[in-house]
């Protein structure tokens, strides 16, 4: 079984200043690791993702995450956020193999940017 | 395209009455999951189906929630009778995933906000 932990319930952030994210995965096997956004009344949107490859991913609406094997981690950072980025983050990961392609989420971490 | 549809956005309805949502998802994705979200938690899976059989269901409430995939598109998710405990979101996701395949995004739909009185 997998489990998430995204240690930030909230994260507040004045615009353009740098954010860090943070989520922590445990699972017994290899993960596929995911982040999505979700703005009010809607559904998630992915982020970004990481299967293989390269440690640094980018997605969309300038993020990047890092993917940490030894930490166990997948940080999601922005260099520099805007007003339009305030909305819950969610970490999420899926079983390499076996697990059906099923999402595990953490608890989610909402983002307020203030001017 | 396209994007997952989902009906009704918003419902409430009072304790032991039953609700129904539907979900259509993108066309020709074999893979749609049923979500459940709480206030201030992230979603966790009800069902996932993988085109109209059931791949899992483990943490569907098999008691008062039931979920059907009939032709492999469609799918409604069913409560009755419901709890107060039951008001949450309701998230369908679609995914082209299928066993094997190493496509593994799923889509999301708006979900349906239920509140339960």
């Known amino acids: 079984a997998q489990s998430v932990t995204q240690l930030d319930s909230q994260v507040p952030v004045f615009e353009e200043a740098p954010v860090e994210l943070r989520c922590n995965y445990s699972?017994?096997?290899?993960?596929?690791l995911f982040w999505y956004v979700q703005y009010p009344n809607q559904g998630l949107q992915l982020l970004l993702k990481?299967?293989?490859?390269?440690?640094l991913v980018k997605g969309i609406n300038g993020f990047e995450a890092e993917f940490n094997k030894s930490q166990t981690s997948f940080h999601l950072r922005k260099p520099s956020v805007h007003i339009s980025d305030t909305a819950e983050y969610f970490c999420a990961v899926s079983a390499l193999t076996g697990g059906g392609n099923k999402l595990t989420f953490g608890t989610g971490t909402q983002l307020k940017v203030e001017l | 395209e396209a994007g997952v549809a989902q009906s009704p956005r918003y419902k409430i309805i009072e304790k032991r009455q039953s609700v129904a949502f539907w979900c259509n998802p993108i066309?020709?994705?074999?893979?749609l999951y049923w979500y459940q979200q709480i206030l201030g938690q992230g979603p966790k899976l009800l069902i996932q189906f993988q085109n109209n059989g059931v791949v899992d269901d483990s943490q569907l409430p098999k008691d008062r929630f039931s979920a059907e995939r009939l032709k492999g598109v469609d799918s409604t998710l069913k409560i009755q009778p419901a709890k107060l405990e039951d008001s949450a979101v309701y998230l369908c996701?679609?995914?082209?995933?299928?066993?094997?395949?190493?496509?593994?995004?799923?889509?999301f739909g708006p979900g349906t906000r239920l509140t339960v009185t």
């Open positions: 990481y299967l293989s490859g390269s440690t």
């Open positions: 699972s017994s096997v290899s993960v596929y």
């Open positions: 066309s020709g994705h074999a893979t």
């Open positions: 996701a679609s995914s082209p995933w299928t066993s094997g395949s190493s496509t593994y995004e799923q889509y």
